[in-house]
């Protein structure tokens, strides 16, 4: 039974799906839910499932390992980054080598880096005139939405999609997708 660790700072359908995944599984299960923001809908979730939630300070989370021994304690063997979104630092990336993965979305390397987050992503996606759009889940490092892509799935973008739709179109992406996806990967390590 592996143990997996979600970072997630927003409501949380991600989150959820996963837990969801996993509620029967032998292959992992939703250990704790790792949340930056006081009052986010995934602690709700959290509070509901019987799963054990951590607000991370900025400060340790940045200039010391609390998180990481505290991560290591619980035996974590995969991070999953939920829409989550402050940086990771190196210290936590070199600790779980190839374990932390991200899903972001649209089809990186396009629509990435600070700041494209959520609806961000969907406008700028409109804006530019792009005929498609979709999911990246990927491995993290140092930098923003930049490690190795795991999987893409795609959608198309028509004349009529604004910003909401093509958010719903990538929603129901991610949630077919990041579960199956977090099940295989715990299974090749
Ligand atoms: C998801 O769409 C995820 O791809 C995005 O945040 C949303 C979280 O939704 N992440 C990013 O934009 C990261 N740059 P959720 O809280 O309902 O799972």
């Known amino acids: 039974?592996?143990?997996?660790?979600?970072?997630?700072?927003?409501?949380?359908?991600?989150?959820?799906?996963?837990?969801?995944?996993?509620?029967?599984?032998?292959?992992?299960r939703v250990t704790v839910i790792v949340c930056n923001k006081p009052g986010a809908g995934v602690l709700q979730i959290a509070e509901r499932e019987g799963i054990s939630s951590i607000i991370i300070e900025r400060e340790a989370f940045f200039h010391s390992d609390k998180y990481i021994q505290l991560l290591q304690e619980q035996q974590i063997d995969l991070v999953v980054l939920a829409g989550f979104l402050w940086k990771i630092p190196a210290n936590l990336v070199q600790a779980f080598p190839n374990r932390i993965i991200n899903i972001h979305p649209a089809l990186l390397p396009k629509f990435g880096g600070k700041g494209m987050y959520g609806h961000f992503v969907h406008e700028a996606v409109i804006a530019a005139g792009e005929k498609e759009s979709g999911i990246t889940v990927h491995y993290v490092n140092e930098k923003y939405d930049d490690g190795e892509t795991i999987l893409q799935e795609r959608c198309v973008i028509t004349p009529d999609d604004t910003p909401e739709t093509v958010a719903s179109k990538v929603q129901a992406l991610e949630h077919q997708w990041f579960p199956v996806i977090v099940e295989r990967l715990l299974t090749t390590f």
């Open 1 to 28: 039974m592996k143990n997996i660790a979600i970072f997630a700072s927003g409501a949380g359908s991600n989150a959820q799906k996963i837990i969801d995944h996993f509620r029967n599984s032998d292959k992992g």
